[in-house]
């Protein structure tokens, strides 16, 4: 069995994400039969809303939201605006191509995250990290053209 301790905990973290990602995809799939992707969205949001109050209350991390600078308010409002742009737009590519399709070409958001990175928050990748982002454009690539 793997000795999972050999890994930093952020790695740990993004391959749940990544596993929780994949099972998104699946099961939206699967929920969009027969639904409009716009009001399959809005259930979704609802779910996780309710599901993270849940766990905020249980873990007793609720927050003064006064003590939150206006910088944090400013980023994260876009933030959600863009993760509810992104479902809106996956749900729908969902329910219009094969889920096989979908989300490899949802992780070019990999390639544009970095690039958007070195722009906005000066991070600098090793060439090894570019030559990883290349073969995700490369994969984005080679899905987004018709046999």
Do not use: H
């Amino acid at each position: 069995m793997m000795n999972i301790s050999l890994f930093p905990q952020w790695f740990i973290w993004a391959l749940a994400a990544a596993v929780f990602a994949a099972l998104t995809a699946i099961f939206a799939k699967l929920g969009l039969k027969n639904i409009d992707s716009d009001y399959a969205t809005f259930i979704r949001t609802v779910v996780i809303l309710l599901a993270l109050a849940a766990f905020l209350t249980y873990t007793g991390k609720w927050q003064d939201p006064t003590t939150l600078s206006y910088k944090n308010w400013i980023f994260l409002v876009l933030s959600g605006l863009a993760t509810g742009a992104s479902w809106l737009a996956y749900f729908k590519a969902l329910q219009m191509g094969n889920a096989t399709q979908v989300a490899p070409v949802d992780k070019f958001s990999i390639v544009l995250t970095t690039v958007f990175a070195v722009i906005f928050l000066a991070e600098r990748p090793t060439a090894r990290e570019w030559l990883g982002i290349a073969f995700i454009c490369t994969g984005v690539l080679v899905l987004a053209f018709r046999r």
